[in-house]
């Protein structure tokens, strides 16, 4: 049971990814590349019936987290209690952004708007991805100090940073060397993913330009996706054991691996959803590759007193656990049928739609 | 540990009362928005039309509101209450993460093709996906009141000897005593804000002289909505909310209520007083002999408990906040039913739009079903201190052990600035709809 509900968080989470993912990253790219107001009309349009329903799967999510394995829950956002307010704030000045901008025409008033869509997108991806970099390197659970711990085994907090900024540091912060260098990553991949979406949906003139930044970013990506490997024995020393021991756990880096050559390709795509899919295969393949190298691990520990929280020592108990799959099966079936309408409805391309005008 | 019990509090009260200034209006409105689709749908009066698309751009406003101030409140069970979560998780996660998948999905989806889709789907089709709005926002309400009715009213759980509450009983959570009322009442008064909102922007036309048709309309449905929901807020759904206090939680009630000691020969109601906790008394009283028992039980001298029968430990925690609240709560139900009672007479009079002293009162008391509203939820909430979970496990021992104070009132004071932000620009862009009407803001 506690493999069952493991799978369906894990998946929400990569579908969440990869739906708010490619908002954030049209944020990043109306930050640095939308000049005219109609490259930025086209953005806002693109994504615009969408975000909302996108987020949700982020709230969900939590939900699903907090109700199959409470005790990861209450470790990591106590754990984590500075940067998840700050991704709430950020949250909130995405939403303002988007649905305010068109309310008042004043140039300053829309400029503002315009950047706070803009800045906050790119700060969750950073964020996003400093958050799953924190999630492998691991904590100090119980907060041990001279072989002790001080909290109960699975508590535990950190600062945003300590001074010397690295992921080996007896005392942890949230941003360290090691969890900037997968913020990077992560606001790399969604800015190609954001771009994908964006030629995706619209006519924009933007398109032509943005294929030429999917391909160059795409080196960019490459680059730093051999490096994170290069240096992940440093927060994992065996990190390719699961791997080893069942071999087709190797299908997921090969669906990564897909997705990033197959960018390569984006010049020449005659279907421009094929941009769109290789970086959702990208993201999918990269994030369960990551949780698969770490399983069961979900949040690892550092120190040698207390032992690492895995899927069965934070699980909800049994009974609620079982009865929660019937309501669960309901709802993912229903979630499908607004999934099916809300795009069918919203199909093709989304220049004229209109979205945020009063 | 005390400040950060104390700092912990204070962001959730801070966050919740601001978060919920906003469902309260849209899940009332969104059924007065459905109400006015459904009658241009019957009656083919363009009006009804542009009233449904008039209300359903400050609902729009409101709905993103409420969304944006929603998710701090999901997430601070983890951030701020991690002991509260890890141990109670496995049930009110049940009810939660229930919320996710079945209401904010239907809301986020139709919201759009509400907003956009007008001309797209038709209006038979309009009206549809508003009523799957409507039924979004009503099961969001519904699965909140069920985990709050179990933090009240523990049932369908069994205690590891870990501490750890696990549910045994799925079922129990929705055949819960405290739920149906509870629900049933806050629905109704939620129905009250939007018809005072309604009537109040109504008024404010017909006083203008602009927008007459609209001001009319906005009116006579405000009233008509107005009384019907305050009469079921107070009776049955209240009168039961109460019966259940009394039954459950007599200390709670015995502070709501403000008697300090048990009464022989019947209990009085008190209708203004101020608690004097060091002489343990009501200052300053003025209350009508008898009635307390006979509302609670039917019978002129039945016996009330008062708070000196209780353990001081287990008295709720701010005892005249609680006290105050309730008679607030309850002096402005009393205050919403006269008013509309007296409109709808004129209305059936036809004498409404012309009765200036109804039209003013309705405009100034815009503000107060948000007070009556807010104050109904810190009764529940202040009466179930120092209690997270009724009887079983006190609110000192839910919160996260590691976060301390300083982060706390730091993240605290940033929502109370980003808050202040939101709220001011919420009051320009509702001001700006009002005030350019119906008529040209659809045009």
Known sequence: MELFWYIVLMTMLAVYVILDGYDFGAGIIHLFFAKSEKDKKAITNAIGPFWDANEVWLIAAGGVLFFAFPTLYASSFSGFYLPLIMILWLLIFRATGLELRGQIHNKMWETIWDKAFGVSSLLLALFFGIALGNVVRGVNLGMVENGVSTQEAHYFFLPLWNTTFSPQAEHLGIIDWFTILLGLVAVVTLTIHGANWIIFKTNSSLNTKLKKIIFNLNFVLLALVIISLLVWHVIEPKPFHNFLKNPWLFLFPIITFTGLFGLFKVKSFKKEGLGFLFSSLFLFGGLTSTVASIFPKVLPSTNAVNPSLTLYNVAAHEYGLSVGVYWFVIAVILVAAYMVIQYKVFKGKMDNVGYGEH | ?443
């Open chain 2, 1 to 443: 540990m005390e400040d950060m019990l104390f700092y912990d509090r204070m962001q959730f009260a801070f966050t919740i009362t601001f978060h919920y200034l906003f469902p309260q209006l849209t899940m009332g409105l969104s059924l007065m928005i459905v109400y006015f689709k459904w009658k241009f749908l019957r009656t083919h009066v363009e009006k009804y039309n542009d009233a449904a698309k008039f209300w359903m751009r400050i609902f729009a406003l409101n709905f993103a509101m409420g969304v944006v101030t929603g998710i701090p409140m999901e997430f601070q069970f983890g951030t701020n209450w991690a002991k509260f979560s890890e141990l109670t998780g496995g049930i009110i996660g049940q009810t939660l993460a229930m919320e996710g998948m079945f209401s904010f999905f239907l809301e986020s989806s139709f919201l759009g093709l509400f907003l956009f889709g007008e001309k797209l789907l038709g209006h038979k089709l309009h009206f549809v996906t508003g009523f799957l709005v409507f039924l979004g926002s009503w099961a969001s309400g519904f699965l909140i009141i069920a985990t709050h009715s179990w933090m009240q009213h523990p049932v369908g759980y069994e205690i590891l000897e870990n501490g750890k509450f696990v549910l045994n009983n799925f079922g129990a959570l929705f055949s819960n005593v405290w739920l149906w009322p509870s629900y049933l009442h806050n629905q109704a008064a939620s129905i009250v804000t939007s018809s005072f909102v309604v009537a109040a922007i109504g008024a404010f036309y017909i006083l203008n002289n602009k927008h007459n048709e609209f001001g009319k309309l906005f009116v006579k449905t405000g009233v008509v909505f107005g009384l019907i929901s305050s009469l079921i807020v107070a009776f049955p759904t209240g009168d039961m909310a109460a019966k259940n206090v009394v039954k459950h939680q007599p200390v709670t009630f015995a502070a709501m209520e403000g008697i300090f000691e048990t009464e022989k020969g019947g209990s009085e109601i008190v209708l203004i007083g101020q608690p004097n906790m060091l002489e343990k008394k009501l200052d300053n009283k003025i209350a009508v002999p008898n009635i307390l028992s006979f509302l609670t039980y039917q019978s002129w001298d039945a016996e009330i408990k008062g708070l000196n029968e209780f353990d001081k430990k287990d008295y709720p925690t701010n005892v005249p906040g609680l006290y105050y609240a309730y008679h607030i709560m309850v002096g402005l139900g009393t205050i919403f039913i006269g008013l509309m009672f007296f409109a709808v007479v004129q209305l059936f009079r036809k004498k409404l739009y012309t009765t200036k002293w109804i039209l003013w009162s309705l405009l100034f008391m815009l503000p107060f079903p948000y007070i009556a509203n807010t104050t109904g939820w810190y009764t529940a909430e202040l009466g179930r201190q120092p209690w997270l979970v009724y009887n079983l496990l006190r609110t000192a021992d839910g919160a996260s052990p590691t976060v301390s104070s300083g982060n706390t009132l730091f993240t605290l004071l940033g929502f109370i600035g980003l808050y202040l932000l939101l709220g001011m620009l919420f009051l320009i862009l509702v001001g700006k709809i009002i005030n350019k009407g119906p008529q040209t803001i659809n045009a």
